[in-house]
């Protein structure tokens, strides 16, 4: 049987694995063993923010590298992260960063960034005094 730590931590390795593509909470859930329910009820205990929040900021985080690295069109990527639009992506990724897209792309610009989760979970006590 798997622990706790390895279905989260699977999980977790799920998501990073499929940022760029539609992910289901049903198939992330069962990476760690349980419910989608009871997954989205532990990973917002655990993290404090839900699923699709650490998603949506692991997204972004990504989308920003790729701007501030490479030449690609903004609607390229606003349709890699799976935004239907420039302009979703940009209310977004202006919520979340202070800058606009275009604006990232400058020399010195700082941003936001959301790294990939680590979960270690650890146990104390239970030892009488």
């Known amino acids: 049987m798997n622990s706790w730590n390895d279905g989260i931590r699977n999980a977790i390795y799920y998501i990073e694995d499929h940022l760029t593509e539609d992910i289901d909470i049903n198939e992330i859930a069962s990476k760690a063993f349980v419910s989608s329910f009871y997954f989205q009820k532990i990973f917002n205990v655990l993290c404090g923010f839900t ?24 609607l390229d990527v606003a349709l890699k992260y799976g935004y239907g639009s420039p302009d979703s992506f940009a209310k977004a990724f202006t919520k979340f960063h202070g800058v606009t897209p275009s604006q990232a792309r400058e020399k010195n610009r700082s941003l936001n960034s959301v790294a990939p989760l680590k979960i270690k979970l650890t146990l104390e006590g239970g030892t009488m005094l």
């Open 51 to 74: 699923v699709g929040e650490y998603i949506k900021n692991r997204r972004l985080t990504l989308a920003a590298q790729e701007l501030c690295s490479t030449d690609i069109k903004v």
